[in-house]
T-cell receptor
Framework: DGGITQSPKYLFRKEGQNVTLSCEQN?????MYWYRQDPGQGLRLIYY???????QKGDIAEGYSVSREKKESFPLTVTSAQKNPTAFYLC?????????????FGEGSRLTVL | GDSVTQMEGPVTLSEEAFLTINCTYT??????LFWYVQYPGEGLQLLLK?????DKGSNKGFEATYRKETTSFHLEKGSVQVSDSAVYFC?????????????FGTGTLLAVQP
C-alpha cells in the first residue's frame, strides 16, 4: 500500500534521553515535513525538507534535529535540549518541492516524557 | 505575520443538524485556504481547498467559500452524520516569502450524537 508510515506509534522517554521518530514514505514525494501537535495549539512546523540532503528549520526547531539521506525517509530526533517534548508528532509529505498546501499525513507518534 | 483563527470547540450537534465552523485569516496578498480533518487516532486528511477569492471548495457534503472581503473561509455542511465526528483544522498557505509553510488554526472538535 502507498502511504506514510510513522513509528513507533507510542513512545515513552525518560528526561535527558534522545529519541528518534521514524517517518517512511513510498509515495515518491519530494518534500517531507515534521509537525508537532499540542492540545489547543494546532500544528506547528518543526523542520521540512524539499530535497534529499537538504532541510530547513520551521517555527519550533530548537531541541530537534533531522536528516534526509534518502528520499523515502525523514527521521526526527527529539534531543534532551527540547524543554517540553511531550506531544503528538506528525510527519507529512507533498508531491513537489514547493508546498502547494496539499499535504499527506502519517498517523502520528505520541511521545510522553516521564 | 500570517495567522488563522477558528472557533473554539467542542461543537456538539445532533445527527442531521446544520454545521458551521468559523474560520478567519490574516495574510498579505492572496493566500490559499484549506480545511483538514483529523479522525480519532489518525493523521490529518485534506478535506477541501480554495485558491482564490470567491472560490468554493467542496467534498463529502462539506463546503467552504473563500471570502476576501471578510477574510473568512467558514466550513459548512447541511446534514451532519455521526461519522463526521472529528477535529477540523482551517489552514492557510501564504503567497509571500514563506510559501513552504502551511499555517494551521487550533482545530475545532465536532461531536455528532445519534
Amino acid at each position: 500500500d502507498g502511504g506514510i508510515t510513522q513509528s513507533p506509534k507510542y513512545l515513552f522517554r525518560k528526561e535527558g534521553q534522545n529519541v528518534t521518530l521514524s517517518c517512511e514514505q513510498n509515495l515518491n514525494h519530494d518534500a517531507m515535513y515534521w509537525y508537532r501537535q499540542d492540545p489547543g495549539q494546532g500544528l506547528r512546523l518543526i523542520y521540512y525538507s524539499q530535497i534529499v540532503n537538504d532541510f530547513q528549520k520551521g517555527d519550533i526547531a530548537e531541541g530537534y534535529s533531522v536528516s534526509r539521506e534518502k528520499k523515502e525517509s525523514f527521521p526526527l530526533t527529539v534531543t534532551s535540549a527540547q524543554k517540553n517534548p511531550t506531544a503528538f508528532y506528525l510527519c507529512a509529505t507533498s508531491p513537489g518541492q514547493l508546498n502547494t498546501g496539499e499535504l499527506f499525513f502519517g498517523e502520528g507518534s505520541r511521545l510522553t516524557v516521564l | 505575520g500570517d495567522s488563522v483563527t477558528q472557533m473554539e470547540g467542542p461543537v456538539t450537534l445532533s445527527e442531521e443538524a446544520f454545521l458551521t465552523i468559523n474560520c478567519t485569516y490574516t495574510a498579505t496578498g492572496y493566500p490559499s485556504l484549506f480545511w483538514y480533518v483529523q479522525y480519532p487516532g489518525e493523521g490529518l486528511q485534506l478535506l477541501l481547498k480554495a485558491t482564490k477569492a470567491d472560490d468554493k471548495g467542496s467534498n463529502k457534503g462539506f463546503e467552504a467559500t473563500y471570502r476576501k472581503e471578510t477574510t473568512s473561509f467558514h466550513l459548512e455542511k447541511g446534514s451532519v452524520q455521526v461519522s463526521d465526528s472529528a477535529v477540523y483544522f482551517c489552514a492557510l498557505r501564504g503567497d509571500g516569502g514563506a510559501t513552504n509553510k502551511l499555517i494551521f488554526g487550533t482545530g475545532t472538535l465536532l461531536a455528532v450524537q445519534p
